[in-house]
């Protein structure tokens, strides 16, 4: 089978083609024959060597795919051969066929294209765990979304909103501005030439915001504890603005506020069937209706994987970037 490689650190011309055996799916595991997978960011960072595989991994990309079940290992009863299914993988996303946990699986909707069901699962686990599983968001409560138009950014904007929410965004452009908020945002802050803090705070009449969804971490870390309400949360999912910051501490001791990371990747197998089944519950079923739905930039062949990757780091993508796999 093709697989993308990493034999060293660097840019996207590092990204190389090579054959390798099909893997063989163990206990409790689906062996899926690939026809999509997304591309997220942290891929871009693994890629660049600030984002590691954890210990005993390997070193391909690839966080979600979708497919064809080829394969089942002993004990997997929820899954047959044949079945599409999109969903969650270690490692080794961007190959024609992947090793998925059963139980990190999820049948894909009728209906649905492949390039839908690898657009899903990366992010709307992220927006839930964040948003409302740490943040608490409820209807009536405001948001602040940073990176609006990104792949979480996209999910976050409808999930709020389907849940009663206002939701504040940052994005860098008036185009992608335009674009979200036509999936329900209330209110775009150009980032590039507006102050957000200054802007949130018009916005809310003086009140700032109850969570904040953030993919920055240390330039904007002041920032956003500012615009929290008391007892606000300040939810770290990134760090593309540095990972090391000094800040006063007193405005979290003065409004009780709350910082809660997060990054789905690093979480134990059992934490992310967890994070899978409370995904479904809750979000697949809107998803499957199209009261919600993914949001795609472009589906782009395996074989320009460097071209995908240069898309993401010029900030182009308005939601995901699908691999096809041809």
Known sequence: MKQVMLPVYGGPDVLTMADAPE?????????????????NRADCLQRAGTYPMPPGLGNVPGLEISG????????????????????LVAEGGYAEYAILDAGLAVPLPQGWSFAEGAAVIEVY??????????????????????????GVGTAAVQMAKHS??????????????????????????????????????????????????????????ARNLSVLKPTGTLLLVGFM???????DLGAMLRKRLSIRGFTLR????????????????RWLPLLAAGSIRPIIHDVVPLAEVR????????????????????
Not at 23 to 39: M, N, S
Not at 133 to 148: F, S
């Open 164 to 221: 009663g929410a206002t939701v504040c965004f940052t994005a860098g452009s008036r185009h992608k501005i335009d674009r979200v908020l036509e999936l329900g945002a209330d209110h775009g802050i150009l980032y590039k030439t507006e102050d957000f803090v200054e802007e949130v705070f018009r916005i809310t009449r003086g009140e700032g915001v109850d969570v904040v969804e953030d993919f920055i971490g240390a330039d904007y870390l």
């Open 125 to 150: 686990c992220t927006a839930n765990e964040t948003v409302f599983e740490l943040g608490g968001l409820d209807a009536g409560q405001t948001l602040l979304v940073h990176a609006g138009a990104s």
């Open 68 to 87: 064809e079940v080829a394969a089942i290992g002993p004990g997997v009863e929820s899954f047959a051969p044949g079945e599409q299914v999109f969903g």
């Open 241 to 247: 603005g540095g990972r090391v910051a000094s800040f």
């Open 307 to 326: 071209r995908a990757h240069e898309m993401m780091e010029a900030n182009e993508n308005f939601g995901k970037i699908i691999l096809r796999m041809d």
């Open 266 to 281: 690093a979480q134990s197998v059992a934490n992310k069937r967890a994070i899978v089944r409370r995904f479904r519950e």
């Open 23 to 39: 893997p063989e799916a163990g206990p409790g595991e689906l062996l899926v024959r690939v026809r999509a997978a997304g591309v």
